[in-house]
């Protein structure tokens, strides 16, 4: 069964730092793309930030700068990196990624698009002023 599970959200004053996790089991990293979604109360959903499928990071214009995505693929897991965080970064991150390496798949400004992906549950971050 393939799956994501997020870790290390929390609560962190502004200017804090944290990193999420987002483990996969059932498939390999290697060469999926995915991409980390957060959703604020009240707010869309918004691509944060993402890997393709060769390796390339992209970004929402919100986090340049302050968020890195990354991928250790020994241990078949992706991070992201925050730093900086403001109040307006309190959301529930979710990881999604794209298993199947036989379907197209592309990151765009941290917004993963593909005909078939799966997601996590997601992790809390909470960010006071």
């Known amino acids: 069964q393939m799956r994501l599970v997020e870790s290390g959200g929390g609560s962190v004053q502004a200017g804090g730092s944290l990193r999420l996790s987002c483990a996969a089991s059932?498939?390999?990293?290697?060469?999926?793309?995915m991409a980390w979604f957060r959703q604020a109360p009240g707010k869309t959903r918004e691509g944060v930030a993402g890997?393709?499928?060769?390796?390339?990071?992209s970004y929402a214009d919100s986090v340049k700068g302050r968020f890195t995505v990354s991928q250790d693929v020994a241990a078949n897991t992706w991070y992201l990196q925050m730093e900086d965080l403001r109040p307006e970064d309190t959301a529930m991150y979710s990881c999604?990624?794209?298993?199947?390496?036989?379907?197209?798949?592309?990151?765009?400004?941290?917004?993963?698009?593909?005909?078939?992906?799966?997601w996590g549950r997601g992790a809390q971050v909470t960010v006071s002023s």
């Open positions: 059932g498939f390999t990293s290697r060469g999926a793309c």
């Open positions: 890997i393709d499928n060769t390796g390339r990071s």
């Open positions: 999604t990624a794209a298993p199947d390496r036989q379907r197209w798949c592309t990151v765009v400004a941290g917004t993963l698009r593909t005909p078939y992906n799966i």
